[in-house]
């Protein structure tokens, strides 16, 4: 209706604007008219920049044409702020609206004190008071009579007579979720750099961290406590980045299966000839021997020891031949399973850890002293630290070491030697899915031949004059790491994940059992 656009024509103009993110708010005025609460809005909008040293765009006031409401168009985070000194100003002739900035005390501190001394009886029902906490700026904003304004003026200035040692107020912060000593840090780190209570130029006798902030934190450990004693506007920043530090970290379940595969074959046929000739007298001994058996084979003892296939022809006192065949066949796996529970970044160890002890020996000039050298470690070794990304993912550094002791020491006085594989990385993997982050595979092929010169290269029967052997194996080691985020508030997703560990090691899990009952 063409009566309607000279009201929404300057409101949308207000809000078309680039890069202001606007909202509006009708208020009904009670004591005043619009241009007289725009004025004075305007008035104690400016004061309110000057106290804060900033510069904001001021709010706009469009009137309406039912019973005296009017549309207030303001940036979204400044709409409250401007609401309530609207309301403020919206009083009588005879009142005025003045801004006080508060420093070195608490904003709800002056504000009730105020309201206690000066505050005429009635309040805001009879319109001769209003006062706004206005916490952006850290101000009031009172609107009253001039008399009451003469009052505040004396509080104010009662206040800003008492030395700033004397005007720093405490306030103590318990920490819920996590370690107060290491909130204390971060706030000290934050401190440090500026970023909270601001720096100061330093004197000449001053070092660099005698720049930061007048703010002093103490910790008690057994409240888990900070007390901090700085000025209002810094306490205030304390009090606001405490919500975002003090937060129960969710935690993650990481379980590492590592898997050891051992796969290995040998063979080894030989053949052994022995000949003994008597030429008049003359004895001549002709073998062809590669330690299968003893070479002194008699009629009492034509076997020969062992394993594999042997077979023996003999003719005591004439000749003697052997033939020995062994296969072996090898197939192992070790499987290594440690599981542990962590806070979100924080880092998780597992040991299990076989110690062989071995001595040492002290040669001197004329004696010779043994002792204990210490312990040879060899086992599981895995070292976690889970960070829960965006996505239901999970970034993880790990480190992870498996060794075992392959055999006995040559002398007493050496440890065992000890065969170790180890893996170290960062990886992002999927929650809640087991996936392999690492692997090592090693293949071993080995062929060995003893043979009689010249005869042993004769084709067919030169398999009468030789040992053969072959050989080949194989060894794969993999890790599978599957990490669970847990972030039910009720800890439900750590109880159900325990309840096959609880039913299998036969213990209590505290919960009433329940047992039917025939009701009749």
Same mark, same amino acid.
């Given at each position: ?13 207000? %809000? ?9 708010? &009708? ?79 608490? %904003? ?14 009635? =309040? ?20 009253? @009579? ?11 200035? +009662? ?6 040692? !004397?005007?720093?107020?405490? +306030? ?7 370690? &107060? ?5 971060? %706030? ?5 750099? =500026? ?25 008690? !450990? ?35 299966? %590592? ?30 021997? #590669? ?17 594999? @296939? ?22 192992? +796996? ?23 002890? /071995? ?12 002792? /204990?050298?210490? #312990? ?52 992002? $993997?999927?929650?809640? /899915? ?5 692997? $090592? ?23 009468? /004059? ?22 039910? @508030? ?31």
């Amino acid at each position: 209706m063409s009566a309607r656009l000279d009201t929404v024509l300057p409101f949308a103009r207000e %809000l078309d604007r680039p890069g202001r993110a606007l909202a509006s708010k &009708v208020i009904k005025l009670s004591n005043t008219t619009a241009a007289d609460a725009t004025a004075r809005l305007a008035s104690v909008w400016a004061a309110r920049d000057g106290a804060n040293g900033t510069e904001q765009p001021a709010p706009k006031v469009v009137p309406l044409s039912d019973g005296g409401q009017v549309m207030l168009v303001a940036e979204a985070e400044l709409l409250e702020s401007a609401v309530e000194i609207l309301r403020a100003v919206d009083t009588s002739s005879e009142s005025i609206t003045e801004l006080y900035p508060i420093e070195g005390f608490e %904003l709800g501190e002056v504000a009730a004190l105020v309201q206690d001394a000066v505050a005429p009886t009635g =309040g805001v029902e009879n319109g001769g008071w209003r006062l706004v906490e206005d916490s952006l700026t850290r101000a009031l904003i009172i609107t009253t @009579s001039a008399e009451n304004q003469r009052r505040v003026q004396e509080v104010m200035d +009662r206040l800003s007579s008492i030395p700033d040692e !004397e005007r720093r107020p405490a +306030r103590t912060f318990v920490i819920q979720n996590r370690s &107060v000593t290491e909130v204390a840090d971060i %706030l000290a780190d934050l401190i440090n750099t =500026g970023l909270v209570g601001g720096t100061r130029t330093a004197a000449p006798d001053e070092t660099a961290a005698d720049t930061a902030s007048d703010l002093l934190l103490t910790v008690d !450990e057994g409240s888990n406590t900070i007390f901090a004693s700085a000025t209002s506007p810094v306490l205030d920043q304390i009090e606001r980045l405490l919500p975002a530090l003090d937060v129960r970290l969710p935690q993650v379940q990481v379980e590492v299966m %590592l898997v050891s595969l051992s796969e290995s074959q040998s063979r080894d046929l030989g053949v052994e000839l022995q000949k003994l000739l008597d030429d008049a007298g003359t004895l001549v001994g002709l073998s062809s021997l #590669f330690g299968l058996g003893s070479p002194a084979i008699t009629a009492t003892d034509p076997l020969i020891g062992g394993a594999g @296939s042997s077979v023996v022809v003999l003719d005591p006192g004439d000749f003697s031949v052997v033939v020995r065949a062994l296969e072996s066949v090898n197939d192992g +796996r070790t499987l290594s399973m440690p599981k542990v529970l962590v806070n979100n970044n924080e880092d998780a160890t597992i040991d299990s850890v076989l110690q062989q002890p /071995f001595i040492s020996t002290n040669a001197g000039d004329t004696i010779s002293t043994t002792s /204990f050298g210490g #312990f040879e470690d060899a086992g599981t070794q895995v070292t976690v630290t889970p960070q829960i990304a965006a996505g239901d993912h999970l970034v993880l550094r790990y480190s992870i070491n498996l060794s075992s002791f392959v055999g006995d020491s040559a002398s007493p006085e050496a440890p065992p030697p000890r065969q170790q594989n180890s893996i170290s990385s960062v990886a992002t $993997i999927p929650d809640g /899915f087991t996936v392999v982050v690492g692997g $090592i595979e090693l293949q071993t092929e080995g062929y060995g031949e003893d043979r009689l010169p010249v005869l042993g290269r004769i084709p067919l029967v030169g398999n009468l /004059f030789k040992s053969t052997s072959k050989s080949s194996s194989r060894q794969r080691f993999f890790a599978f790491i599957r990490a669970t985020t847990l972030r039910d @508030s009720g800890f439900e997703e750590l109880k159900y994940l325990s309840e096959a560990a609880v039913e299998e090691t036969g213990i209590d899990d505290g919960w009433p059992k329940v047992q039917p009952r025939v009701i009749r």
